[in-house]
């Protein structure tokens, strides 16, 4: 398996990429407002890729359940001196811009970005058309509704078949778009427009996501599910043991990339799991 981001190709066969989150935003239900500040978000960039972060993902709006829309202009002037910094600072890094909006990934891709994240897998019209014009990589998310409405609709007869035949919709729309194949990695959105029954269906049946035939990225990091299946009752911070035992259950299960707040933990977390994977297969 193989997830090409412009000049950047991810073997993923054997290989489990962690993705370092950055938020720099005032809202976000995790690290809101601790990175607000560029030079923050950027020393917090650097941390993560010593922590051994292959991918960031810089993001300029939350999409938290209940977050309202961030106009594109006000994104990228949270981004804009993140970005471009660090790729100044470290041009080999892989960074991805998690955006719903065409106009921000356009100029997240210029400032050089190699990855689009779009947990709204292709609400934009103008989306697929810029990931492809630059050959970059595309992450495609199931979600229902938008995170302001997202949680009054998390009912499904089956929420593995139904997120599998949507990823396998938005792709082809993906490709019909110009995005090749290679470039989509698929994100079941873990905690959007799910419950905390449903997202832990659908870590352990990555299996049937990974049958598409692409990469699988999965976001469980500090998220409430965790807290209503373990009882946590204190910020998500307290959440990390948890994530762990998530990310250890999405690499045996085979996911391909983790979406994750704490990456050294998260790295070594994965060293294990993919011995034990080694072991069996
Ligand atoms: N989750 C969040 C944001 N972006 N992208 C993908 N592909 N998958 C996810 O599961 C995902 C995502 C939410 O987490 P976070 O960024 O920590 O919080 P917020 O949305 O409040 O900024």
Not at 117 to 145: I, T, Y
Not at 154 to 165: K, L, S
Not at 240 to 247: F, G, K, N, Y
Request: with cysteine; glycine share 8%.
């Amino acid at each position: 398996m193989i997830w090409r981001c412009r000049d950047v190709t991810f073997l993923l066969t054997d290989r489990v990429l962690v993705m370092g989150i950055v938020n720099v935003t005032p809202d976000s239900f995790s690290d809101g407002a601790r990175y607000l500040d560029a030079g923050a978000a950027v020393a917090r960039c650097h941390d993560l890729l010593a922590e051994g972060a292959d991918v960031l993902d810089l993001g300029g709006e939350s999409t938290r359940p209940g977050a309202e829309a961030v106009e594109p202009d006000e994104q990228w002037r949270r981004l804009e001196p993140v970005l471009t910094r660090v790729m100044r600072e470290r041009p080999e890094v892989v960074l991805s811009v998690d955006t719903r909006s065409a106009d921000v990934a356009r100029r997240a891709l210029d400032a050089g970005a190699r990855i689009v994240n779009d947990v709204s897998a292709l609400a934009d019209p103008a989306m697929a058309a810029a990931v492809a014009k630059a050959g970059a990589g595309l992450v495609l998310m199931h979600m229902r509704g938008t995170p302001e409405t997202m949680q009054r609709d998390t009912g499904y007869a089956d929420v593995t078949a139904e997120v599998a035949a949507f990823l396998r919709g938005r792709t082809a729309v993906a490709e019909q778009a110009g995005v090749a194949r290679e470039c989509i990695a698929l994100d079941p959105g873990i905690g959007f427009a799910k419950s905390a029954e449903g997202s832990l269906e659908l870590l352990a049946r990555i299996p049937e996501l990974a049958a598409i035939g692409r990469p699988v990225l999965v976001g469980a990091s500090r998220k409430s599910f965790l807290a209503h299946l373990t009882g946590d009752e204190g910020p998500p911070q307290d959440r990390v043991p948890a994530s762990l035992a998530a990310a250890t259950i999405a690499t045996w299960q085979g996911a391909h990339v983790l979406r994750v707040h704490d990456v050294a933990a998260t790295a070594r977390a994965v060293k294990l799991a993919i011995a034990a994977r080694r072991a069996v297969r």
